[in-house]
Each structure stands twice: as structure tokens, then as C-alpha cells.
């Protein structure tokens, strides 16, 4: 069984930079690959990144190419998405993900295990 719970999210404007953190409770986080997923109001819960259990392996959506950084401390049980350059579009609850194996293009349906979420918001 892994928990996970998200933080960092809030109210940025456009062009501004946000850190979430998802810290996971249980051993046998080392052997899960984990991802970054958000939702916005009224759409499917899509990637936005994942992370490979050694951290050497990562996968970015169109939308997050060149803005967004997945990364991972497996001695601290957490796992970071570093965003910059901020957009309205980019508005959505944001979810943390556990699954043992993601698959080359990453679907919210593969998740072993999910966080709460956390709000990030983005003024124009």
C-alpha cells in the first residue's frame, strides 16, 4: 500500500513558477514508477509527466515539454513537478500517481495509486 499526498499548489499569474511536492508514505516507494496527472473542470484526468522508479527515465506531455520538471528523491519518498512559465490553460487540479510500469504514452487508467490533488490556478 502506498499514500501519497500532494502540496505546492495555489494561485500563480501567467508566466509565473510553482513547485509541487508528493510525499509517499511506505517502503516500496524505490519501485514505483510515479507521474504527475491534472484535471480540469469538466475534462478527462490527463499526463502531464512521469518518472521511472530510478528517476532516469521521463515522459512529458506536448504541453509540458520545455516548461514542466519531473524529479525524485527515492531517499526522501518524494516526487517534485517544477513549472515555469505558467499559462491560464494550465489551470487544473494536479494529481500524483504510483504505478509499477507506465506505459510508453501514460494513461490516468494504469494508476495503482493516487493523491488527493492539489489546485493550482493560473490569473491571466
Known amino acids: 500500500q502506498v499514500q501519497l499526498v500532494e502540496s505546492g499548489g495555489g494561485l500563480v499569474q501567467a508566466g509565473g513558477s510553482l513547485r509541487l511536492s508528493c510525499a509517499a508514505s511506505?517502503?516500496?516507494?524505490?519501485?514505483?514508477?510515479m507521474g504527475w496527472f491534472r484535471q480540469a473542470p469538466g475534462k478527462e484526468r490527463d499526463v502531464v509527466a512521469t518518472?521511472?522508479?530510478?528517476?532516469?527515465?521521463?515522459y512529458y506531455a506536448d504541453s509540458a515539454k520545455g516548461r514542466f520538471a519531473i524529479s525524485r528523491e527515492n531517499a526522501k519518498n518524494t516526487v517534485y513537478l517544477q513549472m515555469s512559465g505558467l499559462k491560464p490553460e494550465d489551470t487544473a487540479v494536479y494529481y500524483c500517481?504510483?504505478?509499477?510500469?507506465?506505459?510508453?504514452?501514460?494513461?490516468?487508467?494504469?494508476?495503482?495509486?493516487w493523491g488527493q490533488g492539489t489546485q493550482v490556478t493560473v490569473s491571466s
Open positions: 500517481a504510483a504505478d509499477r510500469n507506465w506505459h510508453a504514452i501514460p494513461r490516468a487508467d494504469e494508476a495503482d495509486y
Open positions: 511506505g517502503r516500496t516507494f524505490g519501485i514505483y514508477a
Open positions: 518518472i521511472s522508479s530510478s528517476g532516469d527515465t521521463t
